[in-house]
């Protein structure tokens, strides 16, 4: 196969600086020039060693080349449920890897090359790592995580999650002895990283509480780290970020309400956060029009607000910050809201197009352990390469936009974005249809 050589586009190349023209070569699945423009010489008669002959010339100029998107936070496995009554007793197996697969291509036609699949149903997710990454299946570069471990308090589906054992997307340990012997299986089993849901819900108290000890994150993480695997957490509270940190996690999603303290551990432990507020924001911005309760709306925005200006102070402070969208549920489906992070941490947080971008790609490639193969466009990295139609540094919300993109490469090969929008019928059983929305009484339908 022939290098293709990208023509006099914009470029920004993810690590922060401003955009310039530039001529960008893919050869082999590797970037191989990063070049001024018109002084490729991929565009010569013996422009590559590999290739048959010069380089297929794609004619960008008046758009913008940016690295492709990575999403830090999704749950491919999950199939878009409306209610945890779904998610944890409408799933099969079987059924949910098919679907998995069908969903993961909408992941890379929206323009993310790369994602982190943190924790899910059954054991699909290595599966499907492994068969997209052997072609099987088309779909960004994944890492991916098993069920996310809980202690018998639970995660955010109160009640549904049991005593012992897993259930949807949770794996209960009841001791030390039980986390260790959870986190040494699921690497085993070929998780690329182990989640902890440090907080859960509780159905007579408000908000999350922290449900798991110091020293209990403290027997995950160090065992994790023994087997060279990073750990995740889910943490809602300020206590519960605090101790993450002190214990040594990798990567803190959402940090809720973090204050000092917890802001504090985050500097001095070196990990990165991950606020994930798009789920939070749609439900705020347009849970509404799609019949979506009203009653915590201010909550949601309050969330956003007081996280998003501790988020700011961790930035200032030089912690690393990705973007993850959650994807996965009914209010953020595949394919349709990877980049809103960036936009709220424009609108929220207060950065710049640009370091939000560098936020969506380079730090997205520090997440997953790959900042030497991807997350920027620069000679030797991985082609992972997306062209918008636009200039994302004066609207970065274009970038969610997909009738803006002209060209997408993951790994080098190019991906088709003509072909219509994969859409499906539900499946028997998969949505849960309720009788009713209110009790019918008698007293509703008396004359």
């Not at 950065?351 to 466009?377: F, H, Y």
Request: net charge negative; with cysteine.
């Amino acid at each position: 196969m022939a290098p293709v050589l990208l023509r006099g586009g914009s470029l920004i190349d993810g690590t922060g600086a401003g955009p310039r023209r530039a001529d960008v070569v893919i050869d082999d699945g590797i970037i191989t020039e990063v070049a001024e423009p018109g002084s490729s010489v991929a565009a010569g008669p013996t422009s590559s060693e590999k290739g048959p002959g010069p380089a297929t010339v794609v004619d960008v100029s008046g758009l913008t080349v940016l690295p492709g998107l990575i999403d830090t936070h999704t749950h491919v496995t999950l199939g878009e449920p409306a209610s945890n009554d779904e998610l944890f007793f409408h799933r099969q197996p079987a059924l949910a890897t098919l679907l998995a697969a069908f969903n993961v291509g909408k992941i890379l036609r929206a323009g993310v090359t790369s994602i982190m699949d943190v924790d899910g149903l059954f054991d699909i997710g290595p599966a499907l790592r492994d068969a997209i990454a052997a072609g099987l299946v088309e779909g960004p570069t994944m890492k991916s995580g098993l069920y996310a471990l809980m202690t018998a308090v639970g995660g955010t589906a109160g009640r549904m999650i049991p005593g012992q054992g897993t259930a949807g997307y949770a794996e209960v340990t009841r001791n030390r002895d039980e986390m260790v012997t959870a986190t040494r299986r699921q690497i085993k089993d070929g998780a690329d990283l182990v989640k902890i849901h440090v907080t859960g819900s509780v159905p007579t108290r408000r908000g999350e509480l922290q449900v798991w000890t110091l020293d209990e994150l403290k027997t995950v993480v160090d065992t994790a780290h023994d087997l060279d695997t990073p750990v995740v957490a889910h943490c809602r509270n300020a206590g519960s970020t605090r101790d993450a940190a002190r214990a040594g996690v990798d990567i803190i999603y959402h940090a809720s309400y973090m204050d000092d303290e917890a802001l504090e551990a985050v500097v001095e432990s070196g990990a990165l956060l991950g606020p994930v507020f798009t789920f939070l924001a749609n439900l705020a911005d347009y849970g509404p029009k799609v019949g979506s309760p009203v009653t915590a709306l201010d909550v949601f925005r309050n969330e956003i607000e007081s996280t998003g200006r501790m988020m700011r102070q961790a930035y200032d402070a030089g912690v690393p910050l990705i973007c993850g969208s959650e994807s996965g549920f009914i209010i953020t489906p595949y394919g349709h809201w990877h980049a809103r992070e960036m936009e709220i941490f424009v609108e929220v947080l207060g950065l710049s197009p640009l370091e939000a971008i560098t936020c969506g790609t380079r730090n997205g490639a520090l997440a997953m352990g790959e900042l030497d193969r991807t997350g920027t466009v620069e000679v030797g990295k991985r082609a992972d390469i997306l062209v918008v139609d636009g200039d994302p540094q004066r609207d970065i919300s274009l970038l969610g936009d997909r009738s803006r993109f002209k060209r997408l490469y993951c790994r080098g090969r190019e991906v088709d974005l003509d072909r219509p929008w994969p859409q499906r019928p539900p499946l028997p059983g998969e949505r849960v249809v309720p009788w009713a929305a209110d009790p019918l009484t008698w007293d509703l339908v008396r004359p």
